[in-house]
């Protein structure tokens, strides 16, 4: 595997604030592959209809049983309409309007309960964050903890983020993309679900501008691999040593906490936007 990335476990930043802080982050990575949970049927039919509208297309992500906590659906209820939307063939985001400013964005892809995003987000309160995910329970964790922290720079896409990346975002907008422990899909049959295939790459490169960055982070060695090999095949992103423009610290999750228990070192590649 060529050298795209750190493998440290433990991780050591001497610069940041979140290194060595684990944080709670429930892991949604093995939950089985079900529809979630609503009671009667006539919601259990207006749960596929909604599903097959925010997820068309066979996709890298399994949806997961779960419904809120009514503290949750309250939160949902208060937040969504201001600083959430579900993804969208066809409507572009317009950052400034949605953020009411105009900021280094980032677009986190499988934020999950959103730990890290509210974590980064609160040490970077000059960067405006897109998190997106499809599972609804752990984006109600995350709104949560940004109702909590008093956060004004997270957004939130519920839904496919290769369908964000296709259809929500401007070419050359972002200053960042983070994709933080993606779903490895370790049986072989299943590596063509993976999220971080060619055409994604592509995707991401597409909506970086120049000099924007890509920071994966995976705790799988299989994937990590597959990374490594996806990155060989294209010339748009290259990994990067120089300092980039906005922080690669993350704080330790449980998840992450977990995988080192377990003696799973992290990869981490970090990747800049060749210039158009
Ligand atoms: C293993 S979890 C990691 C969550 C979080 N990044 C962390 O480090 O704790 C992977 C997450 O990616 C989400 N995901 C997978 N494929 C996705 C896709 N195509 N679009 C949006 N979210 C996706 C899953 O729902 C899940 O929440």
Same mark, same amino acid.
């Given at each position: 595997m060529r050298d795209y990335g750190r493998v440290t476990s433990p991780r050591s930043n001497p610069n940041s604030e979140l290194d060595h802080v684990e944080v709670s982050a429930p892991d949604v990575s093995g939950v089985t592959d079900v529809s979630e949970a609503t009671d009667a049927p006539a919601d259990r039919d207006a749960e596929r209809r909604e599903r097959a509208r925010?997820? #068309?297309?066979?996709?890298?992500?399994?949806?997961?049983r779960g419904s809120l906590t009514q503290a949750q659906q309250q939160n949902w209820e208060e937040l969504w309409p201001r600083i959430g939307r579900d993804v969208s063939e066809t409507e572009q985001v317009d950052p400034t309007a949605w953020f009411g400013r105009s900021a #280094?964005?980032?677009l986190e892809i499988g934020c999950g309960t959103g730990t890290s995003t509210a974590a980064m987000a609160a040490v970077e309160p000059d960067t405006d964050v897109i998190a997106v995910d499809v599972y609804r329970p752990g984006i109600a964790q995350l709104l949560g903890a940004i109702k909590r922290a008093g956060l004004d720079n997270i957004r939130v896409i519920r839904g496919d983020a290769v369908i964000v990346l296709k259809n929500m975002l401007a070419p050359a907008s972002l200053t960042g993309v983070r994709v933080f422990f993606p779903d490895p899909w370790p049986k072989a049959r299943h590596h063509k679900r993976r999220l971080l295939q060619p055409e994604t790459l592509i995707q991401?490169?597409?909506v970086l501008r120049d000099?924007?960055?890509l920071h994966i982070a995976t705790d799988h060695a299989d994937y990590a691999e597959s990374i490594s090999a996806v990155i060989d095949g294209q010339s748009v992103l290259t990994a990067t040593d120089q300092p980039v423009p906005f922080s690669i610290a993350r704080p330790v999750t449980?998840?992450?906490g977990r995988a080192a228990r377990e003696g799973r070192p992290v990869t981490e590649f970090v990747l800049t936007r060749v210039p158009r």
């Amino acid at each position: 595997m060529r050298d795209y990335g750190r493998v440290t476990s433990p991780r050591s930043n001497p610069n940041s604030e979140l290194d060595h802080v684990e944080v709670s982050a429930p892991d949604v990575s093995g939950v089985t592959d079900v529809s979630e949970a609503t009671d009667a049927p006539a919601d259990r039919d207006a749960e596929r209809r909604e599903r097959a509208r925010l997820y #068309p297309r066979v996709t890298s992500f399994r949806s997961r049983r779960g419904s809120l906590t009514q503290a949750q659906q309250q939160n949902w209820e208060e937040l969504w309409p201001r600083i959430g939307r579900d993804v969208s063939e066809t409507e572009q985001v317009d950052p400034t309007a949605w953020f009411g400013r105009s900021a #280094p964005l980032i677009l986190e892809i499988g934020c999950g309960t959103g730990t890290s995003t509210a974590a980064m987000a609160a040490v970077e309160p000059d960067t405006d964050v897109i998190a997106v995910d499809v599972y609804r329970p752990g984006i109600a964790q995350l709104l949560g903890a940004i109702k909590r922290a008093g956060l004004d720079n997270i957004r939130v896409i519920r839904g496919d983020a290769v369908i964000v990346l296709k259809n929500m975002l401007a070419p050359a907008s972002l200053t960042g993309v983070r994709v933080f422990f993606p779903d490895p899909w370790p049986k072989a049959r299943h590596h063509k679900r993976r999220l971080l295939q060619p055409e994604t790459l592509i995707q991401i490169a597409h909506v970086l501008r120049d000099g924007g960055v890509l920071h994966i982070a995976t705790d799988h060695a299989d994937y990590a691999e597959s990374i490594s090999a996806v990155i060989d095949g294209q010339s748009v992103l290259t990994a990067t040593d120089q300092p980039v423009p906005f922080s690669i610290a993350r704080p330790v999750t449980k998840f992450e906490g977990r995988a080192a228990r377990e003696g799973r070192p992290v990869t981490e590649f970090v990747l800049t936007r060749v210039p158009r």
